[in-house]
Structure formats: structure tokens, C-alpha cells
Nanobody, 119 residues
Framework: QVQLVESGGGLAQPGGSLRLSCAASGSIFSRNIMGWYRQAPGMQWDKVGSITSDGHTNYAESTPGRFTISRDNTRDTVYLQMNSLKSADTAVYYC?????????????WGQGTQVTVSS
């Protein structure tokens, strides 16, 4: 069973930075996509972006340029670096992983980590 464990959320001041991590375990497929969604209070889920196993990134149009997704395949971990944080970035951030076995795709989700930007 694939598990995703997120960390790095918390309280940050406006203008500050946070780096979220999402470590995957239990997957046997090297071909995959990992990424992030977020859900602000009272709002719908918004995709932040994703990164393939060979390092290609894709960001939603609404994702600010202050956000960067990266990964470390040796640790099976994806990161979301968020700089110059604003109150509008307050949300629960969820990571996901999509594995491909050549026939089907399997999607797994992290438990979510709260990011609160406030002075």
C-alpha cells in the first residue's frame, strides 16, 4: 500500500517562506507523477502543480511564480517551496502521487498539511 506523509506546514508570517515535503513509501513503480493541490477555507480544490519522475514540472495557471515544485527520487519525496507568502496562500495543502504500470494509473493522496499565513 502506497503511503504519502506530508510535513512542513504551519504558521508563517506574510513575506515568509515554507517548504512542504511529501514522502512516498510502498510504491514499486518508478514511472509516476507527484504534485500538490490546495484547498483554501470555503473554496474548491485548486491544483498547484506537478512533477514527473524525470523532473518535468507543470504548474496551474493560477499558481504564483513564488511556488516551486521539486523532487528527490532517491528519497521518493516531492517538495513545494513557497516564498513571499501571502494570506491568500492559507490553505490545506495535499500531495498526490500517480503511478503508472503501463496499463493503469493509480492515484494516492496525502493527509493534508495546514498552511496558515498570518501576522
Amino acid at each position: 500500500q502506497v503511503q504519502l506523509v506530508e510535513s512542513g506546514g504551519g504558521l508563517a508570517q506574510p513575506g515568509g517562506s515554507l517548504r512542504l515535503s511529501c514522502a512516498a513509501s510502498g510504491s514499486i513503480f518508478s514511472r509516476n507523477i507527484m504534485g500538490w493541490y490546495r484547498q483554501a477555507p470555503g473554496m474548491q480544490w485548486d491544483k498547484v502543480g506537478s512533477i514527473t519522475s524525470d523532473g518535468h514540472t507543470n504548474y496551474a495557471e493560477s499558481t504564483p511564480g513564488r511556488f516551486t515544485i521539486s523532487r528527490d527520487n532517491t528519497r521518493d519525496t516531492v517538495y513545494l517551496q513557497m516564498n513571499s507568502l501571502k494570506s491568500a496562500d492559507t490553505a490545506v495543502y495535499y500531495c498526490y502521487r500517480m503511478d503508472f504500470d503501463g496499463v493503469s494509473e493509480y492515484t494516492y493522496w496525502g493527509q493534508g498539511t495546514q498552511v496558515t499565513v498570518s501576522s
